[in-house]
């Protein structure tokens, strides 16, 4: 008998912020029962998960002490570990950090779409080499002022960018995006180019939405 009325946005963050409140005790986890390695890396949800994305949307909205307060109990849980980018992964000659990018694996992830080579996403990837088992033929390359964004010294660079001949006419060398190159082992085995499962909340996000609560 009325006309329906667009929620407003403080109602629409409430209506939010009450799921997730009801999510994180469904989702409880009897840390009695749970190891440091239970949890990092996961494709399931859990209490933390929740958490994250409280800290997430409380970032959006401008509560600073909610940020801090939920992105404070995943860093100060002790489930996730940043994933170093000096300090080798075993014997792959990669860093922990390359290693997260490679193989889809880390101790930072709090969760990811989890792939299997008969049930996977979208190859994100494919834009920025097209790679044919020949060359590489990207649609897009970084932009000079995107490069240069990035400090001599930051470790990230490498795993990032790599310098590559590309396949065109003009032979273009340059340095392209590799972060989305594929999981090495759908690549390798299967076949399967281009295809990396999306990481939806990492602990670097939580350190660095508690940073600018606290900036």
Request: aromatic share 20%.
């Amino acid at each position: 008998t009325e006309n329906i009325r667009r929620a407003s946005l403080k109602d629409s963050y409430r209506f939010v912020l009450d799921d997730l409140e009801f999510a994180a005790q469904l989702l409880k986890i009897d840390e009695d029962n749970v190891t440091k390695n239970d949890l990092y890396n996961s494709a399931y949800f859990n209490e933390y998960t929740v958490y994250a994305l409280r800290a997430r949307i409380a970032l959006y909205m401008k509560d600073y002490e909610e940020a801090i307060k939920y992105s404070s109990k995943v860093i100060d849980s002790g489930f996730y570990v940043l994933s170093s980018a000096s300090v080798q992964y075993g014997s792959t000659g990669q860093s922990y950090y390359q290693y997260m990018w490679t193989s889809d694996n880390s101790t930072e992830i709090i969760l990811k779409v989890g792939f299997t080579p008969t049930s996977y996403g979208g190859a994100l990837g494919t834009i920025f080499f097209n790679y044919d088992y020949t060359t590489v033929r990207p649609d897009y390359v970084p932009a000079r002022w995107a490069l240069a964004l990035y400090d001599s010294s930051d470790l990230r660079y490498s795993t990032f960018f790599k310098s590559y001949l590309t396949g065109y006419p003009h032979a273009l060398q340059w340095h392209l995006l590799q972060k989305y190159w594929g999981n090495t082992t759908f690549f390798d085995s299967y076949n399967i180019r281009h295809t990396s499962m999306p990481k939806i909340f990492r602990l670097s996000e939580q350190y660095l939405i508690r940073a600018e609560a606290y900036c």
